[in-house]
């Protein structure tokens, strides 16, 4: 079995080049709804921020690009890093305060294409403890 493992591990190590394996969020990432995250700084100890704009932007103009911060996986120890970040929401006209967290993990292809999946929270303030049992989502 550690013999099978072994040529497994090869055999992928040989298709696909260090480069390829390394999957890095900087630039600009679009969902399968139309969000659009740009990281701007990715720092070398996995640090990074930039800005996201929600799908629904695109037919609302009153909806603002909010900012972003989170942090990735050295892609030096691993290749398809996990990732987290929190978006603090700019929302118009708004008194209510929004942040969602991210949590996720970049996976790259045999042909090097990366992909981003995640998963989010979203938590609005509440007025009172009360109310704090519908303020996530």
Not at 52 to 75: K, N, R, V
Request: charged share 20%; proline share 6%.
């Amino acid at each position: 079995m550690g013999i099978g493992a072994f040529a497994l591990f090869f055999a992928l190590a040989v298709c696909v080049t260090p480069a390829e394996r390394k999957c890095l969020l900087s630039g600009s990432w679009r969902s399968d709804t139309g969000c659009r995250m740009v990281v701007s700084i990715l720092s070398k100890d996995g640090r990074f921020s930039g800005s996201y704009l929600p799908g629904s932007a695109a037919s609302d103009p009153q909806i603002l690009t909010s900012p972003l911060e989170g942090s990735q996986q050295d892609t030096g120890l691993v290749p398809q890093p996990t990732f987290s970040f929190t978006v603090h929401w700019r929302l118009p006209d708004s008194e209510a305060a929004r942040t969602t967290a991210f949590l996720g993990q970049c996976y790259v292809s045999t042909n090097g294409e990366e992909t981003l999946h995640a998963m989010w929270l979203m938590r609005e303030a509440a007025e009172s403890p009360t109310e704090d049992w519908k303020a996530t989502r």
